[in-house]
Nanobody, 124 residues
């Protein structure tokens, strides 16, 4: 059974860097063919795809966030990490990690595995 679990701070101050980890169990993140995604949903707004790191280690990031964003992985821990710098209040959202078998991006119906989500609030 594949399970994903997000972890990270619930509150971040503006201009700081947000770090979120997603621990994966039940499958290795290097198993082909999997794409490990970050998605966020601000309150009363559309779900937004942030980016993914593929089973190969390659990444693809949302163009709107690319300048502040990186996604990395630690294969020894079977986890992947989102790093978002210079956060602003508009980055406040529930952040999810999710797994898919193809690089479907915003087609969330194709995601097979989801974490439970973690609330991140950007506020001073």
């Amino acid at each position: 059974q594949v399970q994903l679990q997000e972890s990270g701070p619930g509150l971040v101050k503006p201009s700081q860097t947000l770090l979120l980890n997603c621990s994966v169990s039940g499958v290795s993140i290097t198993t082909d063919i999997y794409y490990w995604n970050w998605v966020r949903q601000p309150a009363e707004k559309r779900t937004e795809w942030i980016g993914y790191i593929a089973y190969t280690g390659s990444t693809y990031l949302s163009p709107s966030l690319k300048s502040r964003l990186s996604i990395s992985r630690d294969t020894s821990k079977n986890q992947f990490t989102l790093q978002l710098s210079s956060v602003i209040p508009e980055d406040t959202a529930v952040y999810y990690c999710a797994g898919s078998r193809s690089p479907v991006g915003t087609d969330f119906s194709e995601y097979e595995y989801w974490g439970q989500g973690t609330q991140v609030t950007v506020s001073s």
